[in-house]
């Protein structure tokens, strides 16, 4: 690849990591707002996207954060393919790669929900319904073989959550940093949102991937949420104190985000 070439694709992650940072951001404040009531509902990507889509302003937001997400997307593609980070052909390195691939899987789902529902194909709402994912999966389920299909996406979505929570507690993203002239308390501040931030996404993500593999075992598309639905699932089910944790961890993850976009660094040197 030549220099012009890679000095563009360097681009794309911190492109990206901003665009994650106002989704993940604006999610934990909307939970925050809806448990306050003063929202009803719509702390989901695909929600927030269509809200958005509304007004001109938002449409230009959107735009934002979709090329991101897209421009992300490739980036982590381009490291699970590339391993501009060395982690090698080992068993060990493949696992890195591996989980490197399995992170796309969450940013691709926004994408798709998200395209379909703004160009008025399928009936995701503002509010937080996952009409789209819950008509996705039941489509699914009619087809052959298809309970294998969705328990095999909720399989690879809770190995994500995983990923995402040793990720978060081994500081596996401090490779990604270049801290040398941020200050102590920044450098300190910055790991504190990381593990707040994946650990938060891991339980989100890991709530998600449990009920698709409930919706495949029990042939029922309506069991499916969104991240929307896994918010309020704590809140049902876990306690109050535990969804103002999760959506303050989520706010985290967005300012994590931004930190990340500051001080990238693309490759192993």
Same mark, same amino acid.
């Given at each position: ?13 911190? &492109?990206?990591?901003?665009? !994650? ?28 996207? /269509? ?15 979709? !090329? ?18 060395? &982690? ?11 989980? #490197? ?11 798709? =929900? ?11 709402? =503002? ?9 996705? $999966? ?22 994500? =959550? @995983?990923?995402?929570?040793? &990720? ?26 990381? *593990?707040?931030?994946?650990? =938060? ?5 890991? #709530? #998600?991937?449990?009920?698709? *593999? ?12 969104? !991240? ?12 109050? $104190?535990?969804?103002? *944790? /999760?959506? !303050? ?9 931004? @930190? ?10």
């Amino acid at each position: 690849m030549g220099n012009t070439s890679k000095k563009l694709i360097h681009y794309l992650p911190v &492109y990206g990591c901003i665009s !994650t940072g106002i989704i993940y951001s604006a999610i934990g404040i909307i939970a925050i707002l809806s448990f306050l009531r003063i929202k009803n509902g719509g702390a989901d990507e695909t929600s927030l996207l /269509v809200f958005l889509n509304k007004y001109i302003l938002g449409k230009i937001i959107v735009l934002i954060i979709l !090329t991101g997400t897209l421009s992300y997307i490739i980036w982590r593609i381009y490291e699970t393919i590339k391993d501009p980070y060395e &982690y090698g052909k080992n068993a060990k390195g493949l696992a890195k790669r591996t989980g #490197i691939a399995l992170s796309t899987i969450a940013d691709m789902l926004i994408v798709y =929900a998200s395209v379909l529902s703004i160009f008025g194909i399928g009936s995701s709402q =503002a509010n937080g319904e996952p009409d789209k994912e819950r008509e996705m $999966v039941s489509n699914l389920l009619q087809q052959n073989a298809g309970s294998w299909i969705v328990i095999s996406i909720g399989t690879a979505i809770a190995i994500t =959550a @995983a990923v995402q929570l040793f &990720y978060g507690i081994t500081k596996g993203y401090k490779e990604r940093l270049e801290l040398e002239e941020f200050k102590p308390w920044m450098k300190k501040s910055v790991y504190f949102f990381g *593990l707040s931030g994946y650990f =938060a996404r891991s339980i989100i993500i890991g #709530i #998600i991937g449990w009920f698709y *593999l409930k919706a495949g075992i029990e042939d029922n598309g309506q069991l499916v949420v969104n !991240t929307d639905k896994a918010f309020d699932f704590i809140g049902d089910n876990v306690g109050h $104190v535990y969804f103002i *944790l /999760v959506a !303050t961890g989520t706010i985290f993850y967005g300012l994590f985000m931004f @930190a990340l976009a500051m001080a990238y660094d693309t490759d192993k040197d």
